[in-house]
């Protein structure tokens, strides 16, 4: 697979000489300037690829080039932005920019509830808590019919840290959930915003009355209306999975397990139109057999996030080693079935001095170094045992 990393553009901290000195083959990243919904001018879409070709390096994915809410929930301008869209496709191609991740998830990008959980070997990482979450949703969001979602377990939980939640991790919870994890992703909501959890609402509002089914039939819409630009320039767009892959927040979720892959690839069935196979997300789902998955969609998947969870019980999760047998597995699928796609290590722990350096939650340079030596390690063992055979 080819060695690529998530990088945050010209002024991400980590620079391209940084990359190209660690084993790094191929860029993911996108045009953060521009805001979602504008068009990406093919001049921008060129000076960068041509910036990171200075550095020795290519433009391998676009991660992400935004849908527009209005689009997921059919909003009376949706047609208007997929004109917009398309025209960021076109750009893209002309630019020889052929691969493009992106996700259909109402509001949010991804959720944890502790982005620094301290690990018994003194690095941080990403954790998810299910009473944490819950109550955030019902204390703090306060959204209505909410408690409808746990279980009376669930709930009780949430009771007993009403009694015990300080201001100061409140405001935490709506830093995690609302502003850090999104903001940098999808532009819904910035640091600069005062009132997070309103404008957080009205977001959620707006899909009310929007069902799995309904959102299923504005995905086909809108992936219907992008395939003859995808067709013309040979641009492979790769949905990303809910993260995490099961209902939360009252949203529908549309890219949780098999069953919606497969619906997504039928629905519209165009070699343009592919799946992204992020491990991770995947694997918080405990309905998924992740192995499973990659030998099922391993040929329609253009890209690959490998990284994986680890289950703690009562409905928590929290990243995993990324030596983990089953990420072997996924690479020894990969690795045979569609040995060129390009992969990048995701959600690297935060460790040695990477904590002062200001990166987005879960991409710190030494923990996602040491992901892509641990990863290349594996493929080149799984490499060996091939050519052998």
């Given at each position: 697979m080819?060695?690529?990393w998530?990088w945050f553009?010209k ?7 940084m990359?190209?000195q660690?084993g790094?083959?191929?860029i993911?990243?996108a ?5 979602n919904g504008q ?6 879409v ?10 020795g390096?290519?433009w391998?994915v676009?991660?992400s080039l935004?849908?527009?809410?209005s ?6 301008d949706?047609d ?5 869209y398309?025209?960021s ?8 920019v052929?691969t493009?991740?992106y996700?259909?998830?109402p509001?949010i990008?991804w ?8 690990m018994?070997?003194?690095?941080y990482?990403l954790?998810?808590?299910r009473a944490?979450?819950?109550y955030?949703d019902c204390?703090?969001l ?13 709930m ?13 991790e409140k405001e935490?919870l709506?830093?995690n959930?609302?502003?850090?994890t999104q903001?940098f992703?999808?532009?819904n909501?910035?640091e600069?915003?005062k009132?997070?959890?309103k404008?957080?609402?009205?977001l959620?509002?707006?899909y009310k009355g929007?069902d799995?089914?309904k959102?299923?039939?504005n995905?086909?819409y809108?992936l219907?209306?992008i395939m003859?630009?995808?067709?013309q320039?040979g641009?492979r767009?790769?949905v990303?999975p809910?993260?995490?892959?099961f209902?939360?927040?009252g949203?529908p979720r549309i ?6 892959i ?8 165009n070699p343009?139109?592919g799946?992204?196979?992020?491990a991770?997300s995947l694997s918080?789902?405990?309905?998924n057999?992740v192995p499973?998955?990659?030998?099922m969609?391993?040929k ?8 994986y969870t680890t ?7 929290m990243e995993s ?6 990420l072997?597995e996924?690479i ?5 079935e569609n040995?060129?796609?390009p992969?990048?290590p ?7 001095d990477d904590?002062d350096?200001g990166?987005?939650?879960g991409y ?8 892509l030596?641990?990863l290349s ?12 055979k």
């Open positions: 080819l060695k690529t998530r553009g002024r991400d901290n980590i620079t391209l000489p990359l190209k660690i790094v083959e191929g993911v990243t045009l953060h300037d521009i805001p068009v990406w001018p093919y001049e921008a060129k000076d960068m690829c041509d910036y990171i070709q200075g550095a390096l290519v391998s676009v991660e935004p849908v527009s809410e689009i997921k929930y059919g909003g009376p949706r208007q932005l997929i004109e917009t398309i025209e496709l076109a750009n893209l191609g002309k630019a020889g052929k493009v991740c996700n259909f998830m509001v990008d959720i944890r509830t502790d982005l620094n959980h301290l018994p070997d003194g690095t990482t954790y998810f808590d944490r979450f819950a955030f204390c703090i306060k959204r209505e019919g909410a408690e409808k979602d746990y279980t009376a377990e669930e009780e939980k949430v009771r007993e840290l009403d009694k015990t939640m300080t201001d100061a935490e709506i830093e959930i609302i502003v850090k903001g992703v999808n532009g909501i910035t600069e915003d009132h997070p959890v404008l957080f609402k009205a959620l509002d707006q929007i799995k089914y959102l299923r039939e995905m086909a809108f219907q209306a003859p630009v995808c067709e320039y641009i767009m790769c990303h809910d993260d995490p892959p209902a939360v927040l949203l890219v949780t397990n098999a069953e919606d497969e619906w997504i690839l039928h629905a519209v069935d343009c139109n799946l992204t196979f992020c991770g918080a789902g405990v309905q057999d499973a998955m990659a030998r969609f391993a329609r998947s253009p890209f690959v996030h490998l990284r289950q703690t019980g009562n409905g928590n999760f080693s990324h030596l983990n047998s089953k072997i996924v020894r699928v990969f690795e045979s040995p060129t796609v992969m990048r995701d959600h690297g722990r935060l460790m040695l904590g350096k990166y987005n939650p710190s340079f030494h923990g996602r170094m040491m992901a030596a641990e390690g594996m493929m080149a063992v799984i490499d060996n045992e091939l050519n052998q």
